[in-house]
């Protein structure tokens, strides 16, 4: 689906792609076939006629220039048209993406992945390497926010030195917080890091896949242990850093009122919401349909979970795809989000169209599709918004 992480990727790096168009599609194709591809749309035309080709070269024109149009602004400060301050930061996979980030505007980083660090070798890696990469993003964003997410690592993202056992379905297993709590040391080396780095910019630490408030607890407990270390040992290290969860479970969104006085922050995670809402995995291209971030079923529990927030005194940002979504954006704005948080790529647009709402408007559309049954009933309305801005 479009929240798999191979399409999350290639949207990141802006390539054009389609996914989930199966073996009976792939088998029509051919070495040599032209293709049009609409990633917009999910549509691939094979050999297409010499009038597609041209309407395709219209709109890639059309969406080119008014990227570049967005590019110009995209280095001011987010701001709506009646001057409601928010927040447009970046989610990366890897440290090299920084730079990119902040090019296209991105005034922070809202996900910094840290399974990059973690895959693809034979041990895992050292506090001091995850150091260095830590202190060199925090450096590279210059004081900019930066939100690092401990290891989510699980079943479908192997690490063979952890001996992870082989699971029926990953996505509802032994994964991301539920690993790193079963191994303590492992886990420490990560907090350990992270706090080190804290001294050369503005970090924070997300915990991923929450459930439970006593999670919360354990997690925060072994930072706290982890500092203690470093202190005993004579490391300089932050003294305080800020600490939040990632609400991606149902059960985490229906608590939120209970989790918010256990941290500094929340960040929706709207692709595994969707899935977990739905027990529809992203990954299944039979089964991925089935979820939309814009149903009012996610979009309810968004509301839930910024209404406890906001009610403690803490920020809510949102880091999944919907964040960058044309079709999401005045509906999250309305709902109350402090913090959009988007592949890089997406910075320039959310920043442009945010400077054409207002508080007020997209309080009324939020509360208007909250009560529509579905999410193609949300699009249609979320579209008639946005027709009438210009």
């Not at 989000?337 to 007020?360: C, H, I």
Request: hydrophobic share 50%; aromatic share 4%; with cysteine.
């Amino acid at each position: 689906g479009p929240t798999a992480h191979t399409a999350i990727l290639a949207r990141s790096m802006g390539i054009p792609a389609v996914v989930g168009v199966g073996v009976e599609g792939l088998a029509l194709l051919a070495n040599g076939m032209q293709l049009a591809i609409d990633g917009a749309a999910g549509a691939v035309i094979v050999d297409p006629d010499e009038a597609t080709v041209a309407a395709f070269r219209v709109q890639r024109a059309d969406d080119l220039a008014a990227r570049q149009a967005a590019f110009a602004s995209a280095q001011a400060e987010a701001r709506t048209a009646d001057g409601r301050r928010v927040e447009v930061v970046a989610n990366l996979a890897t440290a090299a993406e920084a730079e990119s980030a902040l090019q296209a505007g991105a005034e922070g980083v809202g996900l910094l992945r840290t399974e990059f660090l973690f895959q693809d070798r034979l041990a895992p890696p050292t506090e001091e390497e995850q150091y260095q990469v830590y202190r060199a993003v925090a450096e590279a964003m210059a004081g900019r926010p930066v939100v690092i997410r401990t290891l989510d690592i699980g079943g479908d993202k192997p690490a063979p030195y952890l001996q992870l056992p082989a699971e029926a379905n990953p996505f509802l297993g032994w994964r991301a917080i539920r690993i790193s709590l079963a191994m303590p040391d492992f886990f420490k080396a990560q907090l350990r890091a992270i706090l080190r780095a804290a001294l050369h910019g503005k970090l924070h630490i997300m915990f991923p896949m929450i459930a439970t408030c006593e999670e919360v607890g354990q997690a925060r407990a072994l930072l706290v242990d982890a500092a203690a270390e470093l202190r005993a040992a004579g490391v300089p290290h932050a003294d305080s850093i800020s600490t939040g969860i990632m609400v991606e479970i149902p059960s985490a969104a229906m608590i939120a009122d209970k989790l918010a006085p256990l941290v500094d922050f929340f960040s929706i995670g709207t692709n595994d919401l969707t899935q977990y809402t739905f027990a529809a995995d992203r990954g299944n291209a039979k089964v991925a349909g089935i979820g939309d971030p814009l149903h009012p079923a996610v979009l309810r529990q968004i509301a839930r979970v910024i209404d406890a927030a906001h009610a403690d005194g803490k920020w809510v940002g949102l880091c999944g795809e919907l964040a960058g979504r044309p079709e999401g954006i005045p509906v999250l704005l309305g709902l109350g989000l402090d913090e959009f948080s988007m592949s890089a790529t997406a910075v320039p647009a959310a920043k442009a169209l945010l400077a054409q709402l207002t508080t007020t408007d997209t309080q009324l559309l939020a509360r208007r599709v909250l009560d529509l049954p579905d999410a193609a009933a949300v699009k249609a309305e979320v579209k008639r918004f946005v027709d009438g801005l210009s």
